[in-house]
């Protein structure tokens, strides 16, 4: 039975609102469209909780947030209320316009109920509501079509006060899936909710797995469609996130669900989707007998492994089953694009060719180390890499990784926790290596010429990236000029030296056989280097590369780990020449710092002239645990201080400068070479 009767009480009134299956309609716009429908009979109805005396400060007051999904053999179908109260006129302007996303591929959206409560009236808003369809790709940025449509609903004569009550359906299944299900629904926000209701039906026909975070059992019973699992809260305070945490850090309840009790049945289910017609095109023959003509197994392994990354552009079209279903081989060659999974696809079968041993690897490349805090299951991963096996070593390799070097030893290796292999007998998640600072470095040398005190200062930066992070500068520099490089470095050290002026062109190198290297060498001159007091010359000095590695977070007292920047290791090296052998000082001293977390050294080495400082940073991991933070902290605003001095050199500036132009005027004087 189709029909939905709905009560509303809101300060002891009542309103029932009930649409028969007659007045449903279909809304179209364009190619898409979604349909105006009662509720679904197998979803429940909760009552509003009456508002609370203060409300928490905010655009918004949450009044409801009820999913509900019923599980089918071959689909799963979603229900989802919410209500919230404007507070403001910024909450007028938020709730005014709702966003429902769906995938027109496998799903069908159904809009049930809009509804506005004001002074306890409630009113229907879904005849004068303007709804559009329209076609909204969030990572076409990115290279990446989905197929996706947004209902975007606007709702009429909302004001500060009101309450917005609305819910639709989602139904449908990607069909990659088949049988195979699961999910997450978080049960905690950044704003508190006066009611939250979860409920999982299981009509599938296969047990429910489940795996709970700081979240209570569900309340379980068997009703008409199968076993049915509630939680149901009131009262559900606010959950903080805190700026700067890794992004699989989970900082409020949740739920994972899924058909499957072990990784085993996902690596079965996906090594599935990597079967196809292994007879190449004529065009793949000949590149494979080019690669077979070869010889040299590492050269082949590199030259398939620039040929993927270079040659292939990364374009990926996923729609319907095409989000997890690579496109085979030949496609992919013949086109010169794909995604993630073609890649990796195309990876496999020219390595196979060649006698190599390879495999897709399912990852998540935003919380990869949660996974084994999930249930396993298929929805969890967002990208495919390969996992190759030569001369007893594993190498992991992401075929959409473009500014790698070239050869397999400089091959920078990915980290995204754990990786699922897909080969035969495959039963658990794979740890995946971390980074290594010794590895992954940066180093600097940075030389101050003066050739006297009354004129400028020749200043000379030679930068070395290695590893990670030369493929991490080679991925900022692709998409700008060099112009945009030397405006970027004049800016910088301007700060520190207004004077400053560039004295020829940066130069830089990238050196990706046989090593991984990026060389950036700069020139300039600084005019007001010195400030002469007497027989004192003062000038600034800064360890300009560790800047960004020793900015302090936004939030200091932390209960949640914090992001940074490692593994990686700088030296920066500082150089002054002096034209005359003074005695030179600095106010600052050496330092050594060592936490757990990080390494920190500076030594001075001096002589007459001449001044030498060297800093050293080593961040050896890439978070902060939580009960290390005030440490970390507390080093980073040691090295902050560290790292930037002032110096004097002590002297009589007011005779010649140089004893090389000094020599050089008495001989032209005398006619002498």
């Not at 975070?213 to 903080?240: C, D, F, M, N």
């Not at 700088?570 to 757990?596: F, Y």
Request: net charge negative.
């Amino acid at each position: 039975m189709n029909r939905w009767i709905h009560f509303l009480l809101v300060a002891g009134l009542s309103a029932l609102l009930a649409l028969s299956p007659s007045q449903a309609k279909t809304i179209t716009s364009g190619e898409y469209s979604l349909e105006v429908s009662p509720a679904p009979d197998w979803a429940t109805h909760e009552t509003l909780q009456a508002l609370p005396a203060q409300l928490n400060n905010g655009p918004s007051h949450f009044r409801l947030v009820s999913r509900q999904v019923l599980i089918s053999p071959l689909s799963d179908h979603y229900f989802l209320e919410f209500a919230a109260l404007a507070a403001n006129h910024q909450g007028v302007k938020e709730l005014s316009k709702l966003e429902l996303t769906f995938n027109p591929a496998f799903e069908s959206m159904k809009l049930h109920s809009l509804q506005v409560e004001r002074n306890g009236v409630v009113s229907d808003r879904l005849e004068t509501a303007r709804i559009n369809i329209i076609n909204q790709e969030p990572e076409l940025v990115n290279d990446l079509f989905h197929g996706l449509a947004t209902a975007v609903v606007v709702v009429p004569d909302l004001r500060v006060g009101d309450t917005l009550r609305y819910s639709y359906s989602l139904e449908g299944r990607n069909p990659v899936y088949g049988k195979q299900f699961g999910g997450y629904f978080q049960m905690g926000w950044e704003a508190s909710v006066d009611l939250v209701n979860l409920g999982i039906i299981n009509a599938s026909g296969v047990p429910l797995q489940l795996k709970l975070h700081e979240l209570p059992p569900a309340t379980e019973s068997k009703g008409k469609y199968g076993i049915e699992y509630h939680w149901r809260q009131t009262k559900v305070p606010r959950y903080s996130y805190e700026e700067g945490a890794p992004a699989d850090v989970k900082w409020s309840p949740y739920v994972t669900f899924s058909s499957s009790d072990n990784w085993a049945a996902i690596a079965n289910w996906a090594s599935g989707l990597y079967q196809f017609d292994n007879t190449p095109s004529p065009a793949l023959t000949k590149y494979v007998n080019s690669l077979r003509a070869m010889g040299n197994q590492a050269k082949q392994i590199e030259e398939i492994v620039r040929f993927v990354q270079q040659d292939i552009r990364y374009f990926g079209i996923e729609m319907g089953q095409s989000s997890h279903v690579p496109h085979t081989p030949n496609q992919v060659f013949e086109r010169r694009y794909g995604d993630c999974k073609d890649k990796a696809n195309l990876m496999n079968f020219l390595l196979s060719n060649v006698g190599i041993d390879s495999y897709p690897a399912l990852v998540n490349t935003r919380s990869g180390r949660s996974l084994p805090e999930q249930q396993p299951s298929g929805v969890l991963f967002d990208h495919v890499i390969n996992l190759v096996e030569f001369n007893g070593k594993h190498y992991w390799i992401d075929g959409t990784n473009h500014v790698q070097a070239q050869g397999l030893e400089q091959l920078t290796q990915p980290d995204f926790g754990y990786a699922l292999v897909l080969r035969q007998g495959e039963s658990a998640l794979t740890a995946m290596p971390q980074s290594s600072p010794a590895a992954d470095r940066i180093d600097v040398e940075q030389s101050l010429i003066a050739s006297g005190y009354d004129g400028p200062v020749d200043m000379y930066v030679v930068s070395r990236y290695r590893g990670k992070e030369a493929d991490r500068m080679r991925y900022q520099l692709q998409g700008v000029s060099t112009y945009d490089v030397e405006q970027h470095y004049l800016n910088y050290y301007a700060k520190l030296y207004p004077g400053i002026r560039l004295q020829a062109p940066v130069l830089i190198h990238d050196s990706k056989e046989g090593r991984n290297e990026i060389l950036l060498r700069e020139q300039y001159q600084i005019d007001n280097f010195w400030n002469i007091e007497g027989k004192i010359a003062n000038f600034s000095m800064l360890a300009f590369k560790l800047t960004d590695l020793i900015q302090l977070p936004s939030v200091i007292q932390r209960t949640q780990p914090m992001a940074i920047s490692g593994p990686v290791s700088v030296n920066h090296t500082i150089r002054v020449s002096l034209p005359q052998p003074v005695q030179v000082h600095v106010n600052g001293e050496d330092l050594i710092i060592d936490t757990p977390s990080l390494a920190y050294r500076s030594s001075e080495l001096g002589r007459p002239g001449t001044l030498i400082r060297q800093h050293s940073l080593v961040l050896k991991q890439d978070r902060i645990p939580a009960a290390e933070s005030a440490e970390y902290v507390d080093a980073l605003k040691k090295i902050d201080r560290d790292i930037y001095y002032t110096g004097t050199a002590e002297g009589d500036f007011t005779q010649p400068s140089n004893p090389g132009i000094d020599y050089l005027e008495q001989h032209l004087n005398t006619g002498t070479r």
